[in-house]
């Protein structure tokens, strides 16, 4: 089967551990609790920033955000590499920068993560993510962000929400832990 993944808040927990940077750079101390509750993708509310201001501070972050210790979500390497191991075929679907797309194969691969250089697809925008998905004719596709869920909506693509605050209100099939992904997909085996 033809298997594919979002990276940043789907595999690996990039938001919370860039939460953790504003912190430290903004010299605060706000706590998981008042992360755990944002609504939107973007974190810079709770830090008193503009929409302009939290814009740029993402950007001015950036490289430290994706290439520093950003833990993946319990369970996930395990699953992929099961995956791989049994003979699918795992792709990566990345909406980040075209920049950073070498870098970040390079960092996935270094997490751990099964990676075939030709199945990585990144740099695209995230309304572009449909097209690679169906012309790979993907089995699965996970993914945590709506605007990119909700252009999945009517496809042959067995679409999966990774949980997150701010997702809440789409209706897909949804993972709240790496552990059920087997069970989700209806696949017994690993
Ligand atoms: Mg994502």
């Not at 920033?49 to 996930?76: H, R, V």
């Amino acid at each position: 089967m033809k298997f594919g993944f979002d990276i940043d808040d789907t595999l690996i927990d990039l938001r919370r551990h860039a939460f953790h940077l504003y912190n430290k750079k903004l010299n605060k101390t706000i706590g998981e609790d008042v992360f755990d509750t944002i609504a939107t993708v973007e974190i810079h509310e709770p830090f008193g920033l503009t929409n302009e201001e939290g814009s740029q501070m993402w950007k001015d972050s950036m490289e430290e955000i994706y290439f520093t210790n950003c833990p993946s979500f319990e369970g996930a390497k395990e699953v992929l590499n099961a995956l791989a191991e049994e003979g699918h075929e795992i792709y990566y679907i990345t909406s980040r920068p075209k920049g950073y797309c070498e870098q970040t194969r390079a960092w996935v691969k270094a997490q751990g993560f099964p990676v075939v250089d030709e199945r990585f697809y990144c740099g695209m925008a995230d309304h572009e993510k449909i097209d690679i998905i169906k012309n790979l004719e993907l089995d699965v596709y996970v993914d945590d962000k709506p605007a990119v869920l909700n252009t999945l909506a009517g496809s042959t693509t067995k679409v999966i929400v990774k949980n997150q605050s701010y997702n809440q209100t789409v209706e897909y099939t949804r993972l709240t832990s790496w552990d059920e992904f087997n069970k989700l997909v209806g696949y017994a085996s690993v």
